[in-house]
Structure formats: C-alpha cells, structure tokens
C-alpha cells in the first residue's frame, strides 16, 4: 500500500475513533500558478529566481526549460517522475524571454496560525467552525499531504503548539522524542521554522460531550493572521447588535444558543440531529451551523449535573444579508430542549440574538415579545408625560424671554431635520469561505539538493 492510501485508510480510522482532523491547504510546488509573482507557471525560455535568503522545498510535476535559473541558499528540489529541467537559449513566446524574471513567491509566508490555510477533513455540509478553531486543536490530527511540498511557520515563542498527532512526508508522528528529530533533521527544517514550538501527545478526545479546543491563549495570533489582509480591522457587519461568539474573531450576525449538558449528552449526535431534522428545511437552508464545546465562566446555582466551566455553543450565522432564519432556529431549538431536553442529556439552553440589518426601519423580531410590549408601552407613557409637561414649560419660558419663536414664514431655511446618532452602529464580519481541497497524487518522487556550504549544518 503506497503513502496516498496509507494516508486514506489513516483518516477512515480517524472518522470511526472520533478524532479530529486538520488538513494543510498551500503548498510550495513548483508548477501551482500562485507561487509565482506573475501568478502563473514561468514559460519556457524564461529566468527563475528563488528568494536568496529562504530554505524551500519544492516539489517539481512537469518538464521544464528556463534560459537561467537562480536558486536559493539552502533548499531541495523533488521530481516526481518525468519531471525536469533543462536550458533553453530562446523562447518561442516572445513576451516570456523579454519580460521580468518569473519570482518565486517569499515560501515563509504560510502561517500555522492562519484559519485560512487549514481544512477541516470531517465538517459535514452546513455546518462550519468557530476562527479559533479552525486552527488544528490540541485533540486535532494534523496531515501534510504527501502529494505536496509545504512550509509551514511555526509562529512567536509564545505557547508550544500540541496536537494530538502530526502526518508528514508519508510518517504519523505520535511521540515527542519522534516528532523533536524530525524537526532537527534537514528535511524538518526546509518545511517548519520560527521560533516556535510544536509538540504531539496522545490526546484524542474520548469524551461523547465534546472536548474544549484549547486554542485560547494563541487566539490573538489567529486574528491577527487572519485579519492581516483587511489591514487588522474587522469589516462592517450587515445587522446592529451584532454578535461575537467565543473562539470567533470578529462579530457576526445570527444567534447563539447555550446548552448546559449533563452526562448523557453526545455531541455528535446533536450535530447529527441538527443536521438532519433541522439543517434539511427549506426555512434554514442559508444558515451556517456551529457546535463545540466552549469554556465559560461559572455560574451561581449552577446544577451540579453540568459539568462546570464548560458549555455547548451553538452558533447561527445569516450568510446572506439577515433574513430572520437564525432568529427561528434558534427558537425551534428552545421547543426542542424544552421537550426532549432530558433524553439528549441536555440540562438549559439560552438564546443570544443580533439585530436588525443595518438600513432597515424596524427593530421588528429582535427581542422577545415581552421585551417589545414593554418598550412600547414606556414610549408612549413618556410620549404622553411629555405632551402633557412640554406646552407649559415652552410657555413659561417664553413669557420669561429665555425662548422665542418665529413664524414658519419668517424663517431663514435653515434644515429642520436633525441627525440621530443612534442608528450609527459599527458591526463585524462573514465567516471567510472554506480553501479547497489539495490534489492527490501518486507519483514517485526523487530529489535534488541545493546547499550552501556557509549555512550547512551536519545532520543528528
């Protein structure tokens, strides 16, 4: 069995343990167009050249021929076979031999840290993941496909990075002692560097209520990489009152709903039954679903069945510009616990919900219908108080000379019309969309290195 169906077999065995699993997105190949600054593959003819102060691996599919080729100062070149390189004097694309060297894009500019750049390998249609854990979790399998060359940065030296197992060139690394020496070894530093840590432990998540993701502490780099290219600033969202669920970045527009769970609860089930008796309808079908296990702080006379610190939150997020569809679910739900709460092992449940869409004229289905009787009613009373107090005192003010007042006629144009600061509310962000999937590949490989002898380091 060759590493590509090792790897398969590896991840059905994942889906049946409840393990989790991550799965590297960007690669650092040679002929994916976007590694190049032209963002296409260099034509034939062409100069290359590779930062000269970068190490890079660099996996080569096809034949390729280049008038010059300037390489790195440490790095390999992996061949899969029929690929290779050779010299051609002139090129038939004129525009190719007379234009800018093709550049290699910087390889360091892939981040562990960046939601972006991972795919979760078991996230069933409708469903998605909070930004922090999107990220591999410390109960997460992490695969590097075998069909790719990659580099990774491991990030500042804040907190050693821990996953529950990493897969890399074709190996499962399950122990520590293992997983340090690759890392040492020259084909772990051509794909991870930085100053920071990574290490594995045996730590797959065995609880049915879920396991808490354990992203907390690096959250802010997940952000920060994450938001680096909108400048560090979460965009506008589409409603007021927006929402801002633990492990997201910025805020969102839906519901979240808080489950206290007790013993019984399993919480693949309850995606299973989110899914398939509620995620179906045609009323929800533009909503993104969100279910983990989150910590939060303890409650007074909590009952003592739930286990403390923890909840299960489920987030509601409108992908389109807010149509109410949370707001539903979120009650639907509410019916759900209240009537087969105790057979699903769930103890409580709470909503959360965000506002109107900015723009629109009514707060209409935000609040709870007390909530809105209520305020009507304390508008009009202070509607009616003010009806009653406003004549008088204008007229006592006026007969005092501390106000005056002119006919609509003798007015000097001036706008009548008065700006309300209430309705200038900032709000947030979409969720960013899924990467797609890497390419399998089952080719052979062989390689070629490219050392400077000033950098070289003897192998442990």
Same mark, same amino acid.
């Given at each position: 069995?060759g590493?590509? &169906?090792r790897?398969?077999?590896?991840?059905?065995?994942?889906?049946?343990?409840?393990?989790?699993?991550?799965?590297?997105?960007?690669? %650092?190949d040679? /002929?994916?167009?976007?590694? *190049?600054?032209?963002?296409?593959?260099?034509?034939?003819?062409?100069?290359?050249?590779?930062?000269?102060?970068?190490?890079?691996?660099v996996?080569?599919?096809?034949?390729?021929h280049?008038?010059?080729?300037?390489?790195?100062?440490?790095?390999?070149?992996?061949?899969?076979?029929?690929?290779?390189?050779?010299?051609?004097?002139?090129?038939?694309?004129?525009?190719?031999?007379?234009?800018?060297?093709?550049?290699?894009?910087?390889? /360091?500019?892939?981040?562990?840290?960046?939601?972006? =750049? *991972?795919?979760?390998?078991?996230?069933?249609?409708?469903?998605?993941?909070?930004?922090?854990?999107?990220?591999?979790?410390?109960?997460?399998?992490?695969?590097?496909p075998? /069909?790719?060359?990659f580099?990774?940065?491991?990030?500042?030296?804040?907190?050693?990075?821990r996953?529950?197992?990493?897969?890399?060139?074709?190996?499962?690394? %399950?122990?520590?002692?293992?997983?340090?020496?690759?890392?040492?070894?020259r084909?772990?530093?051509?794909?991870?560097?930085?100053?920071?840590?990574?290490?594995?432990?045996?730590?797959?998540c065995?609880?049915?209520?879920?396991?808490v993701?354990?992203?907390?502490?690096?959250?802010?780099?997940? $952000?920060a990489?994450?938001?680096?290219?909108?400048?560090?600033? $979460?965009?506008?969202?589409?409603?007021?009152?927006?929402?801002?669920?633990?492990g997201?970045? $910025?805020?969102?527009?839906g519901?979240?709903?808080?489950?206290?769970?007790?013993?019984?609860?399993?919480?693949?089930?309850?995606?299973a039954?989110?899914?398939?008796?509620?995620? %179906?309808?045609a009323?929800?079908?533009?909503?993104q679903?969100?279910?983990?296990?989150?910590?939060?702080?303890?409650?007074?006379?909590?009952?003592?069945?739930?286990?403390?610190?923890?909840?299960?939150?489920?987030?509601?997020?409108?992908?389109?510009?807010? %149509?109410?569809?949370?707001?539903?679910?979120?009650?639907?739900?509410?019916?759900?616990?209240?009537?087969?709460?105790?057979?699903?092992?769930?103890?409580?449940?709470?909503?959360?919900?965000?506002?109107?869409?900015i &723009?629109? &004229?009514?707060?209409a289905?935000?609040?709870?219908?007390?909530?809105?009787?209520?305020?009507?009613? @304390?508008?009009?009373?202070a509607?009616?108080? =003010?009806?009653?107090?406003l004549?008088? @005192?204008?007229?006592w003010?006026?007969?005092?000379?501390?106000?005056?007042?002119?006919?609509?006629?003798?007015?000097?144009?001036?706008?009548?019309?008065?700006?309300?600061?209430?309705?200038?509310?900032?709000?947030?962000?979409?969720?960013?969309?899924?990467?797609?999937?890497?390419?399998? /590949?089952?080719?052979?490989?062989?390689?070629i290195?490219?050392?400077n002898?000033?950098f070289?380091?003897?192998?442990?």
């Amino acid at each position: 069995m060759g590493a590509l &169906g090792r790897l398969l077999l590896w991840l059905r065995l994942c889906a049946l343990t409840r393990a989790a699993y991550k799965i590297w997105v960007p690669n %650092t190949d040679f /002929d994916a167009a976007e590694n *190049w600054s032209q963002n296409r593959t260099p034509c034939a003819g062409a100069a290359v050249e590779f930062p000269a102060d970068k190490m890079v691996s660099v996996l080569v599919r096809e034949d390729h021929h280049f008038l010059d080729m300037l390489l790195p100062l440490d790095g390999e070149f992996v061949l899969a076979s029929g690929a290779g390189f050779s010299v051609a004097d002139t090129s038939s694309d004129l525009d190719c031999s007379a234009g800018a060297p093709a550049l290699f894009l910087d390889p /360091d500019r892939f981040s562990w840290h960046d939601p972006l =750049l *991972w795919r979760a390998g078991d996230v069933a249609h409708g469903f998605f993941s909070v930004d922090a854990e999107r990220v591999p979790c410390r109960h997460d399998d992490v695969v590097f496909p075998a /069909d790719s060359s990659f580099r990774v940065g491991l990030g500042p030296r804040a907190r050693p990075l821990r996953v529950s197992s990493v897969w890399a060139l074709g190996q499962k690394f %399950t122990r520590d002692e293992d997983l340090a020496a690759f890392l040492a070894s020259r084909a772990g530093r051509l794909r991870f560097h930085g100053p920071g840590a990574l290490s594995v432990g045996p730590e797959a998540c065995v609880d049915p209520s879920g396991c808490v993701c354990g992203n907390t502490e690096v959250q802010p780099w997940i $952000c920060a990489a994450l938001l680096q290219p909108l400048g560090g600033h $979460c965009p506008q969202a589409a409603c007021h009152d927006a929402l801002r669920p633990e492990g997201q970045c $910025c805020d969102l527009c839906g519901a979240i709903v808080s489950l206290t769970h007790g013993p019984a609860f399993d919480l693949e089930q309850y995606r299973a039954r989110l899914l398939h008796n509620f995620l %179906t309808l045609a009323q929800y079908q533009e909503l993104q679903v969100a279910v983990s296990k989150v910590p939060r702080p303890p409650r007074p006379r909590e009952a003592t069945r739930a286990e403390a610190g923890t909840e299960i939150q489920v987030v509601l997020l409108e992908t389109r510009s807010e %149509t109410g569809g949370a707001g539903r679910l979120a009650r639907a739900l509410l019916a759900d616990v209240a009537e087969h709460g105790e057979a699903l092992g769930i103890l409580s449940a709470t909503v959360q919900e965000s506002g109107a869409p900015i &723009g629109a &004229g009514s707060a209409a289905g935000l609040h709870r219908p007390g909530s809105l009787a209520g305020l009507a009613g @304390g508008v009009a009373g202070a509607l009616c108080l =003010l009806l009653l107090v406003l004549p008088a @005192g204008a007229l006592w003010l006026h007969r005092t000379g501390r106000l005056r007042w002119r006919r609509l006629d003798e007015a000097s144009g001036a706008p009548l019309g008065f700006h309300n600061p209430v309705f200038d509310v900032a709000g947030s962000s979409e969720q960013p969309p899924q990467p797609p999937a890497p390419q399998a /590949d089952t080719k052979s490989f062989s390689q070629i290195y490219f050392v400077n002898p000033l950098f070289a380091e003897a192998e442990a």
